[in-house]
């Protein structure tokens, strides 16, 4: 069982920047792709960002492309997201998940087996 912690969200002005970290308690670590995803109060959970195991291959939402970045550290076991920017839109609770295997359906939730238990940011007007 692979566990995941997120870390790093709280209240930020708009244009401001946050990084989020999350951490997994997994020793092949480096097997595993990982991706964020966030889900705001009233709506559906929505894919951010995806790494690919060596961090070579990065996807992003279209909303996001430009403004954040992830990132990941093999040797330390983590993958992190740096925001940018920052809209209230992007007001949510950011979730960290990771898989075994690759999927070209990266952007919904069944492409990922794991999942952190989510960390509150809140953009400000």
């Known amino acids: 069982q692979v566990q995941l912690v997120e870390s790093g969200g709280g209240l930020v002005q708009a244009g401001g920047s946050l990084k989020l970290s999350c951490a997994a308690s997994?020793?092949?670590?480096?097997?595993?792709?990982m991706a964020w995803f966030r889900q705001a109060p009233g709506k559906e959970r929505e894919f951010v960002a995806a790494?690919?195991?060596?961090?070579?291959?990065?996807f992003y939402t279209d909303s996001v492309k430009g403004r954040f970045t992830i990132s990941r550290d093999n040797a330390k076991n983590t993958v992190n997201l740096l925001m940018n920017s920052l809209k209230p839109e992007d007001t949510a609770v950011y979730y960290c998940?990771?898989?075994?295997?690759?999927?070209?359906?990266?952007?919904?939730?069944?492409?990922?087996?794991?999942w952190g238990q989510g960390t509150q940011v809140t953009v400000s007007a």
């Open positions: 997994e020793r092949t670590f480096s097997m595993l792709h």
């Open positions: 998940a990771a898989a075994i295997y690759s999927q070209t359906s990266y952007s919904t939730d069944r492409a990922w087996t794991h």
């Open positions: 790494i690919g195991r060596s961090g070579d291959s990065t």
